[in-house]
């Protein structure tokens, strides 16, 4: 059994459903403190709902820090009697490892730290600093983790220059997908108002409904922007609809209506809201709206991470990697505000949040190999770029 695989099957034993973390940092950090990193563990939030943090760092002979982030939560498994087996306890079968959170992303972990130990086996005194930046609430409300965290680490003035997120970004095989961006999410809550009444006597009521339909009907069909080279088209969709009180004689007095923005670069918060308000306005409406803004897009353009990541992946798979920024939200939004350049890489992401969650065994020691790759590339890049200044 490789150290990837025996490190990662520890991971999926210890339960951490959100925001439990089930004993995960410490059993991560009894392998990165003998590597030389010092490691902060940072509990957030209140009592009933505490979140265990981590940001451990070795720094490198040079100002330049890679940080490799993710999360040790998982989400919860669902009807056990649906599972073939216990979702805590790793599996083997087919050729696969089954397991809460075996793709999202325990593995991913696993692969990180044991790419690090190799990394300073074979280079002991490198250039590039790393760093690891964990949580256990990335798949909760996500206000307690990494959005904390690197707040903190701003007001340090101790923000890596590179990130790796190892959300599971792969389709087929490990290294044939990675994110190099993300799209913002902005949700609204719309309540649009009229005049409850008898359904027999309408010209005495104010259906909300009937008002709203013309103004939904143009949102839905508006073209919010085009999309870029990076990003498909903003799209606006409704999730739920909610009016009247049950009877069927009754004409409700408000409608609400949830709805979500993801919307690209070419877009802005403000744009849409603004845009969003001004139909509602045309078409008469009296209406409330809470707006929650679920994630900034952030984006990476090709440069020195994105090169870095596509030779690794290239050397240890043959593949030429699809850089995509497809799919929802992850912590990348957060780091992304202040680290410049963030990509995600993780294993194939097909059985995530599912039951039977697992990932295919041939995937696990390339994700290492390939996130031990990037380091030497990164280092490499370190060391130009200080004989050059020198």
């Known amino acids: 059994m490789s150290a990837t695989l025996r490190l990662a099957e520890q991971l999926i034993s210890l339960p951490s459903v959100t925001p439990e973390d089930g004993g995960c940092t410490a059993l991560i950090n009894s392998h990165l403190a003998p590597l030389g990193f010092q490691c902060e563990v940072i509990d957030l939030g209140p009592d009933h ?30 009807p056990l009697h649906q599972w073939s087996s216990d979702p805590f306890t790793p599996t083997h079968r087919d050729g696969k490892l089954f397991g809460r959170g075996a793709s999202d992303m325990k593995t991913s972990l696993a692969a ?5 130990q190799e990394f300073y086996q074979e280079c002991p005194n490198p250039a590039l600093g790393i760093a690891f930046l964990l949580t256990s609430d990335e798949e909760g409300p996500a206000l307690d983790g990494t959005v904390r965290i690197c707040e903190m680490l701003q007001q340090r003035n101790e923000t890596p220059h590179y990130c790796i997120v190892g959300e599971p970004t792969s389709v087929q095989q490990t290294g044939d997908m990675i994110k190099n961006g993300r799209r913002g999410s902005l949700s609204g809550k719309l309540t649009v ?14 259906n909300p409904v009937h008002r709203a339909a013309p103004a939904l009907a143009e949102l839905a069909s508006m073209v919010w922007d085009t999309g870029n080279e990076f990003f498909p088209p903003t799209s606006w969709q409704i999730s739920n609809v909610q009016a009247g009180t049950g009877a069927t004689n009754v004409i409700p007095g408000e409608m609400v209506i949830d709805f979500n923005f993801r919307f690209c670069t070419e877009s802005t918060e403000m744009s ?119």
């Open 193 to 206: 108002k009229g005049i409850q009444g008898h359904i027999a006597y309408p010209q005495l009521a104010d």
């Open 272 to 390: 849409l809201k603004q845009r969003l308000t001004d139909v509602l306005l045309k078409h008469g409406l009296t209406f409330d709206i809470e707006w929650t803004l679920g994630g900034l897009p952030f984006l990476t353009t090709p440069g020195t991470l994105v090169k870095a990541v596509q030779e690794a992946i290239l050397d240890v798979t043959g593949l030429h990697t699809e850089l995509s920024t497809t799919g929802g939200t992850s912590d990348g939004r957060f780091i992304a505000q202040t680290c410049p350049q963030v990509i995600e890489l993780g294993p194939p992401n097909a059985t995530i949040h599912k039951i039977d969650e697992h990932v295919a065994l041939a995937d696990i020691e390339p994700l290492k190999n390939i996130y031990k790759a990037v380091l030497f590339n990164l280092n490499n890049a370190c060391s130009v770029q200080a004989s050059q200044t020198a």
């Open 49 to 78: 709902f505490k979140v265990r943090n981590l940001w451990a760092k070795r720094p490198g002979t040079s100002q330049q820090t890679l940080a490799f982030a993710g999360h040790v939560d998982v989400v919860p498994t669902g």
């Open 112 to 116: 990180m730290v044991v790419a690090a």
